[in-house]
Antibody
Framework: QVQLVQSGTEVKKPGASVKLSCKTSGYTFTSYVIHWVRQAPGQRLEWMGWIHAGNGNTKYSRKFQDRVTITSDTSASTAYMDLNSLRPEDTAIYFC??????????WGQGTLVTVSS | EIQMTQSPSSLSASVGDKVTITCRASQSVSGYLNWYQQKPGKAPKLLIYSASSLQSGVPSRFSGSGSGTEFTLTISSLQPEDFATYYCQQSYMTPLTFGGGTKVEIK
């Protein structure tokens, strides 16, 4: 069965970077796009960007374009999201999600990132 | 950026009630509109894609309709497990954007 399993909780100081992972199984990793979406406390879901796991093409939200890098490791069937210059307002749960024809059919369980001095 | 507006932001309903949630887009998204259900501490779950297609495994009491800028999600007979927050998402263009959510609570 399709699974996306994300890395564990992170606590970072302002200005630091964080790299989250999303390990997939149960399907052909290189045939799909993986999205990253975050949710700050009490806020709506916010799209950050995507990567085509097969060819490495990426697309980022302008809001995060200068700070985010999404990569994939086909040998490990894993996608990564690197966010730098962290600020307290980046405190959120970060989700990865597989795209199936312009909708997200499978999601990871989420990773809590807390940014605090 | 396409703005997505949901109404109401919350509602109280009883088991067995029919519930309708509306999602409006600031410009046409054609039929590229998805609905998700989210429970506290969990990831969103896809219910409806392409405005009206039911995701595999989702109960048939959920349905979606609409096109262009106005969409609805209907739950024909609310069940105890349906108490959650519902989000619409447009996938017509990037940045993909979500509505603010509709929290469905027990009356």
């Amino acid at each position: 069965q399709v699974q996306l399993v994300q890395s564990g909780t992170e606590v970072k100081k302002p200005g630091a970077s964080v790299k989250l992972s999303c390990k997939t199984s149960g399907y052909t990793f290189t045939s799909y796009v993986i999205h990253w979406v975050r949710q700050a406390p009490g806020q709506r879901l916010e799209w950050m960007g995507w990567i085509h796991a097969g060819n490495g093409n990426t697309k980022y939200s302008r809001k995060f374009q200068d700070r985010v890098t999404i990569t994939s490791d086909t040998s490990a069937s894993t996608a990564y999201m690197d966010l730098n210059s962290l600020r307290p307002e980046d405190t959120a749960i970060y989700f990865c999600a597989r795209e199936q024809q312009l909708h997200n059919d499978y999601w990871g369980q989420g990773t809590l990132v807390t940014v605090s001095s | 950026e396409i703005q997505m507006t949901q109404s109401p932001s919350s509602l109280s309903a009883s088991v067995g009630d029919k519930v309708t949630i509306t999602c409006r887009a600031s410009q046409s998204v054609s039929g590229y509109l998805n609905w998700y259900q989210q429970k506290p501490g969990k990831a969103p779950k896809l219910l409806i894609y392409s405005a009206s297609s039911l995701q595999s495994g989702v109960p048939s009491r959920f349905s979606g309709s609409g096109s262009g800028t106005e969409f609805t999600l209907t739950i024909s007979s609310l069940q105890p497990e349906d108490f959650a927050t519902y989000y619409c998402q447009q996938s017509y263009m990037t940045p993909l954007t979500f509505g603010g959510g509709t929290k469905v609570e027990i009356k």
